[in-house]
């Protein structure tokens, strides 16, 4: 299978030929910086195509079909447009607090980007304690959304942010007891070492029961993390116009909306890291041809297909369901999916041992 | 190339990125005054005092019960990763841990926190 260390590694190679050490160090840094920009760039186009497309489908429309073959091209026309529009000052706004709420909503879903592994030996961020990073640094967001709907002065903006901040931080408890019983079935927080140990079997399979239950109360949480789907009370259109981002206008509402569809496939990647074996392809044991096989497929392909496939199955709940009530999606972390992520976490202690 | 440098990089990167993009649209945007342009948006209607005053605490219940069970999982997840080293033992204390956790939650649940007023 084909391994990016060895393209890092020329490039390496190749810089520190005519460079000294500092400038080759230097060199790498904007190089990584514009790589993780474009992806992120791309991908968020890309999703925001996905998404457009998926959702007209689901409702037997044909969706974006005017710029470019397919449309394909509607997002980066809308992108551009976006910029081109005015950003209005709103006069009683806390201007410093306004301003440092869109820079925390997008510091906290790029930094949780940065660490994901997307194919062999592709990957930026690659802490000891990988799982512990990608919670902190995406409850990061929680702060940015308060942020931006308080400095607002805006009576929609506070209530989507405290509805906003309630959601997000009762479900951040699940999503992160769910990843706890996969440290649990590997033993460490190093999302490559988790990688490396799904070669055999994806750790969903390994973990029996209790791992699917937690893919599954992850997948929940998850999708209750982007503020999408069932979920949007914080964003409720019919009732608070926009929730938390109504006062932001151009460019910088736009950054909500990337954050908010990257945080979507953030979800979906860490699933697919976590559960779904992260760039290992498809193995079952015995079956050697169709494990060699299998390896033939690039490891960004199966990477990619599997966190699509998650960011479809979050498309498909999203059109699918009506909007909860506060109590019940309260209810729902509370009283159902926290009891039953706790003792799930027990039981693959007890399948470990 | 050492971990910590490489979050920087992805910080510097993500304000690069903000930054960028607010400079973009200001050259490119356009801008016109209005005396009513800048008022908070409540659907036409002008909008009366501040909003920044006392809030529905049930939201505040449910920020009090995350942090117990947040500061929980801080100490839950040593346990996850050395586990196969602990053993069985382990596991009886980290069972005792989530009992009274869940005593807490249970205690909560009676009192009403969870319900929705």
Known sequence: MFDFAIVTSWIDQF?????????TLFVEFVLIGLVILALYAVLALLLIYVERKVCAFFQCRIGPNRVGPWGVLQSVADMVKILLKELINIKRVDPFLFKAAMFLVIIASICTFGALPFA???????????????????????VGILLAGWSSNNKYTMIGAMRSG???????????????????????????????????MWFIFKGHIPAFIAFVIYLIAGHAETNRGPFDLPEAESELTAGYHTEYSGIQFGFFYLAEYLNMF??????????????????????EGFNQVMDFIPSVIW???????????????????????IDQLLNLEWKVLMPISLINILLMALLVL | MSNSALFLVVLITAIFMVVAALVIAKLLAPTSTNPLKGDPYECGIPTRGTSWMQFK????????????????????????VTMKDLGAQGLFCV???????????????????????
Request: hydrophobic share 60%; glycine share 8%.
């Open chain 1, 266 to 287: 953030i979800v979906a990647a860490i699933a697919t890291t976590m559960f779904l074996g992260g760039w290992m392809p498809l193995h079952i044991p015995g079956w």
């Open chain 1, 303 to 325: 990477f990619f297909g599997k966190a699509f496939l998650c960011v479809f199955l979050a498309l498909w709940v999203r059109w699918s369901f009506p909007r909860l009530r």
């Open chain 1, 120 to 142: 062999r030996g592709l990957q930026t961020i690659d802490f000891n304690i990988g799982v512990f990073y990608l919670l902190a640094v995406s409850s990061l967001g929680v």
């Open chain 1, 166 to 200: 309630a959601q997000l931080i009762s479900y951040e408890l699940s999503a992160g007891l769910s990843l706890m019983a996969i440290v649990v079935l590997s033993g460490s927080m190093q999302l490559s070492e988790i990688v490396n140990q799904q070669a055999e």
């Open chain 1, 15 to 23: 810089l520190r030929s005519f460079l000294s050490a500092g400038w």
């Open chain 2, 95 to 117: 069972l005792f841990f989530i009992i009274v956790l869940a005593l807490g939650l249970a205690y909560a649940w009676k009192k009403g926190a969870l319900k929705w007023k």
């Open chain 2, 57 to 80: 605490v049930g939201y505040y219940l449910f920020a009090i019960l995350y942090l117990v069970f947040d500061v929980e999982t801080v100490l839950l997840f040593p346990w996850a």
